[in-house]
């Protein structure tokens, strides 16, 4: 059972939060369904494809908007099938962004943006966090960061992973294992 399904099945469920009852509903077409849950899962969106992105803040929001309206013209298609709606979403982003960067003009130099709701000083202090983060993330194979990314920044189990990237277990194992001594040495080394 995915691991939406399986809260519900928990009793610690509200109406808003029953994720397999709000795919029914949208399914059904009740708007309000569906903008519960776009509120739900629009920043696990976001932030795979903000960092699947290198941090472009605008085309991150393009690919997050474009992976939901694919989602809901075909919501009617979804099925419970050992994946979550989150997870679902997500694969719709993935492949978007790789047909995205196949094509040449994605290539070109991406602007990184400032966060204009922080101080300027936690602003700052932001930008270096994440640029350090990016710069460790760019050592890594495209694989091994799209792994990290669903691993510990959309907090997707391994077989929910394995599942959104296409890849067995082990593979996504044996990555997840090689990207963190990649990261560890990157940014050990650069605190030193």
């Not at 067995?168 to 040495?185: F, G, M, T, Y």
Request: hydrophobic letters at 40%; a negative charge; aromatic letters at 8%.
């Amino acid at each position: 059972m995915n691991n939406e399904a399986s809260h519900i099945s928990q009793g610690s469920s509200s109406p808003e939060t029953d994720i397999p009852r709000l795919v029914e509903r949208t399914q059904e077409g009740d708007s309000q369904a569906v903008a519960t849950l776009y509120s739900l899962h629009y920043q696990r969106i976001y932030t795979f494809a903000y960092y699947r992105l290198d941090g472009n803040v605008p085309l991150a929001e393009d690919i997050t908007e474009e992976a939901f309206m694919r989602a809901f013209r075909m919501i009617g298609t979804f099925q419970w099938k050992g994946v979550s709606f989150g997870a679902w979403v997500v694969t719709i982003a993935r492949n978007l962004i790789v047909d995205m960067l196949r094509r040449p003009e994605a290539l070109q130099l991406q602007e990184t943006w400032l966060d204009a709701s922080l101080d300027p000083e936690k602003a700052v202090e932001q930008d270096i966090t994440n640029k350090e983060l990016g710069m460790a993330l760019e050592k890594l194979t495209p694989d091994q960061k799209e792994v990290i990314i669903l691993r510990f920044f959309e907090d997707f189990s391994i077989a929910e992973t394995a599942k959104i990237t296409g890849k067995s277990v082990d593979a996504v194992k044996r990555l997840q294992a090689r990207a963190l001594i990649v990261l560890e040495s990157k940014l050990t080394r650069d605190e030193s």
